[in-house]
């Protein structure tokens, strides 16, 4: 039950960045026209690098603290 209850919590922590960063289209740009910006437009990739960044470094830091925390014992 605490593996499903895990998983569940990250699958929501993983929708819910991926929806805080969507961003709204130009009110500017008309849609009916062909031409306009590359495929992928103006997709912000810094802010997913840092945003992986940080959970790889808390999963590293969780994960030396338990291996030092079982050694102790």
């Not at 990739?45 to 590293?60: C, N």
């Given at each position: 039950m605490k593996k499903a209850i895990k998983i569940l919590s990250l699958l929501a922590f993983i929708l819910i960045a991926t929806i805080?960063?969507?961003q709204p289209p130009n009110p500017d740009e008309d849609p009916n026209t062909g031409?306009?910006?590359?495929l992928g437009g103006n997709a912000p990739?810094?802010?997913?690098?840092?945003?992986?960044?940080?959970?790889?470094?808390?999963?590293?830091m969780g994960r030396t603290y338990r291996l030092n925390h079982n050694r102790k014992k």
């Open positions: 805080s960063f969507a031409g306009g910006d590359e990739i810094g802010s997913g690098i840092v945003t992986l960044l940080v959970m790889g470094g808390a999963y590293a």
